[in-house]
C-alpha cells in the first residue's frame, strides 16, 4: 500500500494569522487532530493538538500571559513540515512517524498539498492487520500521576515522555487517562467549584503494618483530576492485538491500560501498533 490509498482529503487548512481559538474549533468540528497552515496557497507549516496543548502550562505570572485562544496560529505551528509523495510506501511512511516522532505528514504532488496521513489512516494498512501476538508482547509501561498533581507537574511528565499519563487513585487503581486532547480542549477553569487553592484532606496508601493514615494537601487551581477521561478502559495482557484494535475502534480511543490481577502493568498504545509496521 502507498499513501495515495490511506491518505484523507480533502484537507481542512488554517491560515498563521487565524487564531488558536479558530483553529481549535476547526479541530473539534471536523474531528481532527491537526491542521496545516497554509499561506498564499503554500503550505507553511502544520499546528496539532501538542501544540495547544503543551502552551497551557504556565511559567510566568497571569498577567504577562497572553489568552491562548487570542495566539496567532503561526506562533504555536511547526513550520516547514516534512511531505510525502503519493507512492511512498506505508511501511516507510511508518518508520517516519516512528524514528521522527510525527504524527501526522502531508501529502503532495507536483507541489500542491492533496492529503494527509495520521496514526489513524496508518491503521488502515494491511500490515497492521498481519500482528496477531498478544498485547503483553507490544505494550509499555505508562507514566503516572495522581489526581491531585497540578496542571503544570501533568504536562511536565507528558513532556518528558512525549506520552499521555495514567491518573491514579491513593490506592493505585486508575482513575483516569490524560492525552494531549485533554489539554487541547480544557477549558482553564477548575471543575468543581470552591475547592481551587483549598486544603483538603486525602487518604495515604497504607502502611506496612496496614493502617491508612490521612494528610492535608493543598489543591492547585486546576489538577489532573479536572482534566482526565475517565473511566480507564482496561485489557489482560493476553489480549490479541486484533481484539485490542477493535476495542479502540469501537469506543474511540487509541489506548488501552494493560491491567492484571487488578495491577497495572502497561498500556498497549496505537503508537505501538504502528512501531510494529515500521519493523
Known sequence: MFARDIMNAPVQVVSPDATVAHARNLMVRHHISRLPVMENGVLVGIITKKDIAYRMRKGEPAWRRRPLDRIPVGVLMTEHPVVVEPDTGVREIARMFTKQNFSSVPVVEGGVMIGIITKTD????????????????????????????????????????????????????????????????????????????????????????????????????????????????TVPPGTPVPDALVMMEKHHVNSLVVMENGTVTGIIKRDDIIKEVAK
Request: proline share 4%.
Open 122 to 233: 496508518l491503521m488502515k494498512s494491511a500490515l497492521v492487520r498481519q500482528i496477531t501476538w498478544p498485547v503483553g508482547d507490544v505494550m509499555e509501561d505508562v507514566p503516572v500521576v495522581t489526581r491531585y498533581h497540578s496542571l503544570n507537574h501533568v504536562i511536565s511528565v507528558m513532556r518528558e515522555r512525549n506520552d499521555k499519563v495514567l491518573v491514579t487513585e491513593d490506592d493505585g487503581t486508575p482513575a483516569g487517562i490524560i492525552s494531549e486532547t485533554n489539554l487541547a480542549f480544557y477549558e482553564d477553569e477548575p471543575k468543581i467549584a470552591g475547592v481551587m487553592g483549598k486544603d483538603v484532606t486525602i487518604k495515604r496508601r497504607e502502611t506496612a503494618d496496614g493502617v491508612r493514615g490521612s494528610a492535608l494537601m493543598a489543591v492547585a487551581s486546576v489538577t489532573a483530576g479536572d482534566v482526565m477521561t475517565s473511566p480507564v478502559l
